[in-house]
């Protein structure tokens, strides 16, 4: 951590350092757990890589929303405000956050428990409820075009096809030509119908931390903004009950059941969530470079696509057996 930090941390926060370890994760960014003698707090950086003033603009309006989501009793962590900031910019240009230290441990579609997944269901249910209260208009991707998502798609798979005919992984083609009879069934239709509103928009499993039973904490709001509701749902269902190519249902019937005592939500809800985290993410992981990636997380978001793109059609079936 810059020495000037650790200053500034004093003077504008009130917190001093006795204890500074840095915390893996996250793109670029970097991360501290620090401890005061008293209480444990995340420092996290924001790489001026990655962010331009403006972007880090559109960072404190998601964490204000965070902020908002915690106090209504969301599992996420406090965030410590500097002058009604959630990000203190320093005369520097070095820009940084203090949150809560959150206790808790990822897990994975083989150690999550059914108490885990209820948890995990219930906490999505009430995210989403909490973020249907906050006015959605001025935020980061209101309104959602359906022609434009369609035809995004569309362009994408062309760009990918283009590519695939020059010497490509055999499985990178197989991957990119499997799309073209999703792509012709996906309409304005299905799109319209999906609920939209404001989304965590990265709801993996590396951003939700459980303790023995229960969710202890949702981390990682940066990205939240107004998009399909359903992409969370359908992107914890991937991350967390997808098991050696099958789906875990009795799982799956446990996030249901959570996310139920928010708002309504059915298996046939739960298969379009899939779908359109397929339409979200298909451009994501399907992309030649993807194929030649050795990292574990990244091979199985790239599986995840090839999964749902080859059981797009008998997914309500799957979910229903």
């Not at 969530?273 to 992309?287: F, G, K, M, Y």
């Amino acid at each position: 951590m810059d020495n000037s930090m650790i200053v500034d941390l004093k003077d504008s926060y009130g917190l001093t350092c006795h204890q500074i370890a840095p915390v893996t994760g996250g793109w670029l960014n970097q991360k501290w757990k620090i401890s005061t003698g008293k209480c444990e707090y995340l420092v996290k950086q924001f790489s001026n890589k990655r962010y331009s003033r403006d972007k880090l603009n559109i960072v404190e309006l998601a964490l204000q929303r965070q902020i908002i989501l915690e106090r209504n009793g969301v599992p996420c962590p406090s965030i410590r405000q500097f002058k009604g900031h959630a990000i203190r910019i320093m005369d520097n240009e070095i820009a940084y956050m203090v949150m809560e230290f959150c206790p808790g441990k990822t897990e994975g579609p083989d150690t999550i428990t059914i108490k885990q997944m209820y948890s995990l269901g219930s906490a999505c249910g009430l995210m989403h409820k909490e973020f249907s209260q906050l006015p959605a208009y001025l935020i980061k991707g209101f309104p959602i075009n359906s022609n434009q998502v369609i035809e995004s798609l569309w362009d994408n798979f062309y760009d990918r096809m283009r590519e695939s005919s020059s010497g490509k992984p055999d499985e990178y083609r197989k991957a990119v030509l499997a799309q073209e009879t999703i792509l012709k069934q996906i309409n304005n239709e299905f799109l319209e119908r999906l609920p939209k509103g404001i989304t965590h928009e990265d709801f993996a499993a590396d951003n939700i931390l459980f303790d023995v039973d229960r969710v202890s904490a949702i981390i990682d709001f940066d990205r939240n903004y107004y998009s399909y509701i359903w992409h969370d749902i359908g992107r914890a269902i991937l991350s967390l009950a997808l098991i050696e190519n099958h789906l875990n249902l009795e799982k799956i019937n446990a996030f249901l059941e959570g996310y139920s005592q928010h708002l309504i939500l059915s298996m046939a809800n739960i298969a379009d969530a899939l779908r359109v985290t397929w339409c979200i993410e298909v451009s994501w992981w399907i992309q030649p470079e993807i194929f030649s990636e050795s990292t574990e997380k990244v091979i199985r978001f790239k599986n995840e696509m090839i999964w749902l793109t080859e059981h797009w059609f008998e997914l309500d079936s799957l979910l229903c057996s």
